[in-house]
């Protein structure tokens, strides 16, 4: 973060009040905030009593042995039973859960929550009989279909935490998840739709199981494209159509401990190894559910939710399946690219359903102003009442881009700040009540106590800058890291004393007010999606002719960060360069992560920045990508380097 962003923030000085009409009948209005204060705990017992408990809670939060929380302890829940049963039992079973929406057109289904209670029901004693019980862990690795969440809530019911995979991910990636977290089933489908085309996903299951040594004993496989040249091996693969279409819509829900684990998410760290966040079930469901709730104003009787991120990453997680199916919303929920067939299809989909809440990603907002107005033109919008943005921070004139054309220019934009860590957004404006500044997430909810540090994690005055961290626990927090509690202790809770932190650098603005700067350590954020350079650095070095690798995030006028390489060659590749290898490159990343760590950029240098201690200096490198004079290189041990990098740049290689 520089002096400079933090000087550009005090000159935006437009200000958006709540429209009157959705302030005089808002879920939540501003003495939210005070009672919260004065009674923390209380206020999240009342959160806690929108839900249905087995057991009540003897205490709302134990936190004796910090970081290790305990919310709603002694109290006993059923996450599927609150999301789908208790919806139905309330005489609600006729209506729609989900408007669900394929890529392929006309190729859609409305699912009534009595239907999602037989089709969770199915998957549910499907799961029994390929032998998954409580504690057991499943992979899933499918698209945006129902199936997925199906799936996830069958798990739920169970007690079986899910580990869902983003489908973009490599055989590897799954491989190195489902031997972390030790699934025995995977569910995955045969492929997906993306942009017209099927893509097949199986191979990649079959690749990830043939490495993890028999711990999988089960890969139950929807069909949804149809490919017929899929692999087969009876002994493990079997259908869905054939498995869990013959199986009774009954199933007698076990209530669970509030803190049995719910799922493992997966996630970017600043080390090589990507970390399982664990979620349990009670507090993040109190957690997912209240904000659903009180940040998007949701009014289930009459509101068309949609959220457009994929259920492969903690947004689908909390915002398309928990909270908004604990809270009873219909929703929309599409499978397939925005721009397939054509670039209006998502305005298309909300006039088609009359979407009142929107929720999606800058990078998402930055390509549509490219685009131009002219496509969101042609649809009916009006139906939109309330905007959201999440996965980064968004630049002020996406947030007016994205409140005037999307919105009509009076429809409130609620800028949301979380992690896959948070579990739930814990920063944001909230409609009815704040006066929103386009490109800040503005306040901590209700029930929130967060701040920014200096370096010695004292808070900082107003219109200053420093680190964002988080001083109490909320409900929906990550409970450990995946079998490894001392890496939990030390990634989040060790830099200042019983204070979390994870990586943000955020101001203050002279009202108090927070704008959130992005990450300050080497942590990337490509279109909102979390990518760490250590783990992109071991990818180029695992290819055999890379010695070294250092790799950077570069901003990117579209993802917001693009992944930027410097890869130094071994002596055996020959002086080998050019256009070829850095596509092999390029394609070796993809291969090892996915698609979404492709470097947009890779340079192959004699040598890379280093501090006599032999530290690379990524900033350095920072400046080279950005394109901007390099600062000090005093520091470095050699400092010639950064001539021949320099020049090297003036004609490096990329092709996007
Ligand atoms: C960034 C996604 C600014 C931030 C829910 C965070 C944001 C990381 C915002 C978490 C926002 C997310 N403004 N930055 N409204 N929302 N971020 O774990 O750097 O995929 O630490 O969770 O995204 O990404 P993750």
């Excluded at 929108?50 to 996450?79: C, H, M, S, Y």
């Excluded at 944001?428 to 500044?437: F, I």
Aim: aromatic share 8%.
């Amino acid at each position: 973060m520089t002096s400079e962003t933090l000087s550009n923030l005090s000159h935006e000085e437009r200000r958006f009040p709540p429209p009157a009409d959705l302030a005089a009948a808002a879920n939540v209005k501003a003495e939210a905030y005070a009672a919260a204060s004065q009674d923390f705990e209380g206020f999240w017992a009342t959160q806690a009593d929108r839900l249905d408990w087995g057991q009540k809670w003897d205490r709302v939060l134990n936190w004796d042995n910090p970081p290790f929380a305990k919310w709603f302890e002694g109290g006993t829940i059923n996450a599927a039973v609150n999301c789908v049963d208790r919806h139905v039992d309330a005489g609600n079973g006729d209506k729609v859960a989900i408007h669900w929406v394929g890529e392929p057109e006309d190729d859609t289904r409305d699912i009534t929550y009595a239907q999602l209670q037989d089709e969770v029901n199915k998957a549910t004693n499907a799961l029994v009989s390929l032998g998954v019980t409580k504690g057991d862990r499943v992979a899933i690795y499918l698209p945006m279909i129902p199936e997925c969440v199906f799936t996830m809530l069958a798990c739920a019911r169970l007690g079986a935490p899910h580990t869902v995979i983003f489908g973009g991910f490599s055989a590897d990636a799954l491989a190195s998840r489902i031997t972390d977290c030790g699934a025995k089933v995977v569910v995955t489908s045969d492929g997906g739709y993306r942009r017209g085309a099927p893509s097949a996903l199986k191979p990649a299951v079959d690749e990830a199981v043939a490495k993890v040594d028999g711990l999988v004993e089960h890969v139950l496989v929807v069909r949804r494209t149809g490919q017929d040249d899929i692999a087969w091996n009876d002994d493990v693969d079997v259908w869905w159509h054939e498995l869990v279409e013959q199986q009774s819509t009954e199933h007698e829900a076990e209530l669970h401990d509030a803190e049995h684990p719910l799922y493992v998410m997966y996630t970017s760290g600043t080390t090589g190894k990507p970390k399982g966040i664990l979620h349990t079930t009670g507090g993040y469901l109190v957690g997912t559910s209240y904000t659903h709730w009180a940040v998007f104003d949701l009014k289930p009787e009459t509101d068309v939710y949609w959220c457009t991120a994929d259920v492969g990453w903690v947004t689908g997680h909390s915002y398309m399946v928990y909270g908004p199916l604990a809270n009873g919303a219909t929703q929309v929920m599409y499978e397939g690219v925005p721009d397939a067939p054509h670039k209006g299809r998502w305005w298309e989909i909300i006039e088609k359903y009359g979407v009142t809440i929107f929720y999606t990603a800058p990078t998402a907002i930055r390509t549509f102003m490219k685009w131009g107005k002219e496509i969101p033109d042609k649809f009916d919008l009006s139906s939109v009442r309330v905007l959201g943005s999440v996965g980064e921070p968004i630049n002020p004139e996406a947030y007016v881009w994205y409140r005037d054309t999307i919105g009509a220019g009076e429809t409130p934009v609620v800028d949301t700040w979380w992690q896959t860590e948070t579990g739930q957004i814990l920063i944001s404006p909230l409609p009815g009540v704040t006066e929103a500044k386009p490109g800040s997430a503005m306040t901590p909810l209700p029930g929130i106590d967060a701040d920014v540090v200096n370096d010695e994690g004292e808070s900082v005055p107003d219109g200053s800058g420093g680190y964002l961290v988080l001083r109490k626990p909320w409900p929906a927090m990550l409970r450990t890291i995946w079998g490894d509690d001392e890496r939990y202790k030390d990634t989040y809770w060790s830099r200042w004393p019983g204070v979390y932190f994870a990586g943000d650098g955020a101001k203050k603005d002279e009202d108090g007010d927070i704008w959130v700067l992005g990450r300050v350590d080497d942590v990337m954020n490509v279109s909102g999606h979390r990518l760490s350079t250590t783990e992109i650095e071991s990818a180029l070095v695992s290819h055999p002719k890379v010695a070294e690798a250092a790799v950077v995030g570069a901003a990117d006028e579209m993802t917001g960060q693009a992944v930027c390489a410097f890869v130094i060659l071994r002596e055996s590749a020959g002086g080998e360069s050019g256009d070829a290898l850095v596509q092999e490159l390029r394609n070796h990343v993809a291969k090892e992560i996915g698609a979404i760590a492709k470097p947009r950029q890779i340079l192959i240098v004699p040598e890379l920045p280093k501090t006599r201690s032999g530290k690379i200096m990524r900033r350095l490198l920072r400046d080279v990508a950005e394109k901007r004079d390099i600062g000090d290189v005093t520091t470095l041990a050699d400092s010639s380097v950064m001539n021949l990098i320099q020049s090297g740049m003036s004609s490096g290689s990329s092709d996007e």
